[in-house]
């Protein structure tokens, strides 16, 4: 069982888990053994208090844990900080019935929860109307329309998930996977971590007994309670440790290639500069604003890893070559969670204007 960030078993877990990612970037398989091997670790329980089965891990620890595991395979640590945000809100809520039912089991692993938001905060919020609409029974709230971003939606025993009803206030709920109405689209082909098995659910009609509200019906309900974090640390973190995995084979091929000693240097340099940022930003002491780390982690995960398909030459071109896959993966923080101000600036860069 891992206890500490420096944990000679995370070296181990790690190894696995970066030997499987090759596999599973091919297939694009749900990572179930995965999963189950960080459970067995006690992975699940870094995120929880000892009240409810956890480790009480601080934030710097927390953070230290998901820059190791994000270098090794980022789409089963993506799926860690989704599991983990469904946690983070039923944890931060008053519903105390619902916390005693459900942490020590997250804890223990015993079951599996995601997190269903995106459409309260970045996905979505430019329709007319809402694309989940709650209306008030008399034992609870009717749920119509769908999420469009859940992980492992089809995997969940449980959704923690928003709604908005007609005067615009908003609710956040636990919904149970088996639930009539609550259906699960076949998550589409992503370009990089499709593994993780995202996609959008659906719910038709679906009846939620009251005993399942974290919070709300209240107006702005995603920036109550001590769960109200989107986007956060999380995200510049897994960025960071996937750089330091790209950083890393560029280490290897300079020992042997002198031409790539500058470039790697400098990347390295950056890439312990962030890391500490983000350390400090989790112990309460940040050195730079959460958009400016989120922004620089960004950039640093495109170009390391574009330097690492460079220096791999043509056979980081061919499929299951791990530079294409950090490639793909670099992707993917332009457009999770991101916000509008990080967007704009990248925007700029990319089209060489002045911001």
Same mark, same amino acid.
């Given at each position: 069982m891992i206890q500490s960030p420096q944990d000679a078993v995370l070296d181990d877990l790690c190894d696995y888990l970066a030997e499987a990612a090759i596999q599973l970037d091919k297939s694009g398989d749900w990572p179930a053994? +995965? =999963?189950?091997r960080c459970g067995e670790q006690g992975v699940f329980r870094w995120? @929880?208090?000892?009240t409810w089965g956890g480790y009480d891990w601080s934030m710097k620890?927390? %953070?230290e844990g998901y820059l190791r595991l994000s270098g090794a395979c980022l789409s089963t640590t993506f799926i *860690? !900080? +989704? #599991? !983990?945000g469904a946690c983070r809100r039923i944890a931060g809520s008053s519903n105390?019935? %619902? &916390?005693?039912? =459900? *942490?020590? &089991? =997250?804890a223990s692993g015993e079951i599996f929860a995601s997190v269903g938001i995106s459409h309260l905060t970045t996905s979505r919020r430019h329709l007319a109307n809402p694309v989940l609409q709650a209306k008030e029974?008399?034992?609870g709230f009717e749920l119509n329309g769908f999420s469009p971003w859940v992980t492992g939606g089809k995997h969940c025993d449980y959704i923690v998930t928003g709604a908005t009803l007609d005067d615009g206030r908003q609710l956040l709920a636990v919904v149970p996977g088996d639930l009539k109405g609550v259906t699960c689209d076949e998550p589409p082909e992503l370009m990089s971590l499709t593994s993780s098995h995202t996609g959008s659910v659906k719910f038709d009609g679906v009846q939620l007994d009251r005993r399942w509200l974290l919070d709300g019906p209240i107006e702005n309900v995603m920036s109550q309670g001590t769960g109200a974090r989107t986007g956060g640390l999380e995200t510049s973190t897994l960025a960071i440790g996937l750089s330091a995995a790209a950083i890393g084979f560029l280490q290897q091929e300079s020992d042997k290639r002198a031409d790539l000693e500058e470039a790697t240097e400098s990347l390295s340099k950056e890439q312990v500069r962030l890391r500490e940022a983000? *350390?400090?930003?989790?112990?309460g002491e940040p050195v730079c604003s959460t958009e400016e780390l989120r922004t620089d982690?960004?950039? =640093?995960?495109? #170009?390391?890893? +574009?330097?690492? @398909? !460079?220096a791999a030459k043509g056979a980081g071109f061919v499929a299951g070559h791990p530079a294409g896959r950090w490639c793909r993966e670099a992707l993917f923080f332009l457009v999770w969670s991101c916000p509008q101000p990080v967007t704009q600036k990248l925007m700029c860069e990319f089209a060489s204007l002045q911001s």
């Amino acid at each position: 069982m891992i206890q500490s960030p420096q944990d000679a078993v995370l070296d181990d877990l790690c190894d696995y888990l970066a030997e499987a990612a090759i596999q599973l970037d091919k297939s694009g398989d749900w990572p179930a053994e +995965q =999963l189950a091997r960080c459970g067995e670790q006690g992975v699940f329980r870094w995120f @929880l208090s000892g009240t409810w089965g956890g480790y009480d891990w601080s934030m710097k620890e927390v %953070i230290e844990g998901y820059l190791r595991l994000s270098g090794a395979c980022l789409s089963t640590t993506f799926i *860690l !900080t +989704q #599991r !983990t945000g469904a946690c983070r809100r039923i944890a931060g809520s008053s519903n105390e019935e %619902i &916390k005693a039912e =459900l *942490l020590p &089991k =997250l804890a223990s692993g015993e079951i599996f929860a995601s997190v269903g938001i995106s459409h309260l905060t970045t996905s979505r919020r430019h329709l007319a109307n809402p694309v989940l609409q709650a209306k008030e029974t008399a034992g609870g709230f009717e749920l119509n329309g769908f999420s469009p971003w859940v992980t492992g939606g089809k995997h969940c025993d449980y959704i923690v998930t928003g709604a908005t009803l007609d005067d615009g206030r908003q609710l956040l709920a636990v919904v149970p996977g088996d639930l009539k109405g609550v259906t699960c689209d076949e998550p589409p082909e992503l370009m990089s971590l499709t593994s993780s098995h995202t996609g959008s659910v659906k719910f038709d009609g679906v009846q939620l007994d009251r005993r399942w509200l974290l919070d709300g019906p209240i107006e702005n309900v995603m920036s109550q309670g001590t769960g109200a974090r989107t986007g956060g640390l999380e995200t510049s973190t897994l960025a960071i440790g996937l750089s330091a995995a790209a950083i890393g084979f560029l280490q290897q091929e300079s020992d042997k290639r002198a031409d790539l000693e500058e470039a790697t240097e400098s990347l390295s340099k950056e890439q312990v500069r962030l890391r500490e940022a983000v *350390l400090s930003a989790a112990s309460g002491e940040p050195v730079c604003s959460t958009e400016e780390l989120r922004t620089d982690a960004n950039r =640093l995960a495109m #170009r390391s890893t +574009q330097a690492a @398909l !460079t220096a791999a030459k043509g056979a980081g071109f061919v499929a299951g070559h791990p530079a294409g896959r950090w490639c793909r993966e670099a992707l993917f923080f332009l457009v999770w969670s991101c916000p509008q101000p990080v967007t704009q600036k990248l925007m700029c860069e990319f089209a060489s204007l002045q911001s």
